[in-house]
């Protein structure tokens, strides 16, 4: 029962605002990396974002990012991470399993990611969505029902780049309070904090993408 009533005053507290969107509110700003969060209607979970100002090339980040079996490594509270299907370069599908405390089950999905850049600007943007259907739902864990990121990288000079990184995301059934916080902060922190060290190894610089021009 208590549990109960916990989840009930968490739906009532998060239900969405009369505007469709809210104005974005500083939640950190450490390290340069600051971490932004708001409320979008239709969605009880805020909308997440992160501005930093990254040292390298822009094909060195796609480079980490599509590195799917190491995203454990960098990305905060990844389980499990493991590629589905390669349908180009810059076009895959891939599993990943989200750790959550107990007694709570973890989280998974399967994310389809693609990169696409503007020739004249350089801006390069990666779009990572779940897709419902892909894979059948397992019983020990609980399927994401909503996971739209997406990675705006906009080169500043030969050797850096601004980063817009948002994220809109419902982590699915019995998610308390506390588990929403974890996450909201902490996470897109945390993962801009390794992802800037996993930068910085030699073999991302010679990974190279067709279609990126750095």
Same mark, same amino acid.
Request: charged share 30%.
């Given at each position: 029962m208590k549990f109960t009533a916990i989840l009930i005053s968490i739906c009532i507290f998060f239900q969405p605002p009369e505007k469709s969107?809210?104005?974005?509110? *500083?939640?950190?700003?450490?390290n340069g990396i600051k971490v932004f969060a708001r409320k979008n209607?239709? !969605?009880? !979970?805020?909308?997440?974002?992160?501005? &930093? *100002? *990254?040292e390298g090339k822009i094909s060195q980040l796609a480079a980490v990012i599509f590195d799917i079996k190491n995203q454990k490594n960098w990305v905060y509270k990844? &389980?499990?991470?493991?590629?589905?299907?390669?349908?180009t370069a810059t076009d895959i599908f891939y599993y990943t399993e989200i750790e959550v405390p107990w007694p709570l089950n973890n989280r998974d999905m399967a994310v389809h990611m693609t990169v696409q850049q503007n020739s004249q600007t350089k801006v390069m943007t990666i779009v990572a969505k779940n897709v419902d259907d892909y894979l059948? @739902?397992?019983?020990?864990?609980?399927? =994401?029902? /909503?996971? %739209? @990121?997406?990675w705006i990288a906009t080169p500043v000079s030969n050797s850096q780049y601004k980063v817009e990184y948002r994220i809109q995301f419902d982590p699915g059934e019995d998610v308390? &309070?506390? =588990?929403? %916080?974890?996450?909201?902060? &902490?996470g897109p /922190?945390?993962?801009? =904090? %390794? *992802?800037?060290?996993?930068?910085?190894?030699?073999? /991302?610089?010679? =990974?190279?993408f067709p279609s990126i021009i750095d």
């Open positions: 969107q809210e104005h974005w509110t *500083l939640k950190k700003d450490k209607k239709g !969605f009880k !979970f805020n909308e997440l974002k992160v501005e &930093a *100002l *990254l990844t &389980a499990k991470s493991d590629l589905l299907q390669t349908v059948p @739902a397992k019983k020990d864990k609980v399927r =994401i029902k /909503y996971s %739209n @990121a997406v308390p &309070a506390w =588990i929403l %916080n974890m996450f909201s902060t &902490a /922190y945390e993962s801009f =904090i %390794n *992802l800037k060290q996993k930068l910085k190894e030699p073999q /991302y610089a010679q =990974i190279k």
